[in-house]
């Protein structure tokens, strides 16, 4: 079965259909300098718009990588703080566009 939303895959193998902030904290935090550098988060289909990578530094903290074509965004970010990175993280993409999800509507109608 395929994720609804999206997808997160960890270096070691870990993977996580529609990941929750905690979910996301979890993998995250289990992030290392030698064998599970880094954890990818994108929709679950073929060339998604949108992903996001978290990885971590040789020297401590953690570098986030957000993108997505559809907003023209690319930002890198480093952080400290896994329970900031996550919660950002989970904000950030309850934003993003889904396949088969209504568009969003701003302002009034």
């Known amino acids: 079965m395929r994720a609804v939303h999206y997808r997160a895959d960890s270096e070691n193998g870990d993977h996580i259909d529609d990941p929750s902030e905690d979910a996301l904290f979890m993998l995250i935090d289990d992030l290392d300098v030698s064998d599970n550098t880094f954890v990818v988060i994108r929709p679950d289909g073929d060339d998604p718009a949108w992903s996001v990578s978290v990885a971590v530094l040789d020297r401590g903290g953690y570098e986030v990588v957000r993108r997505d ?36 509507h701003t302002g009034d109608v």
């Open 69 to 104: 074509t559809t907003h023209h965004e690319h930002d890198v970010v480093t952080g400290t703080c896994v329970d900031r990175i996550a919660r950002d993280l989970t904000i950030w993409m309850a934003a993003r566009d889904f396949p088969g999800r209504p568009a969003r």
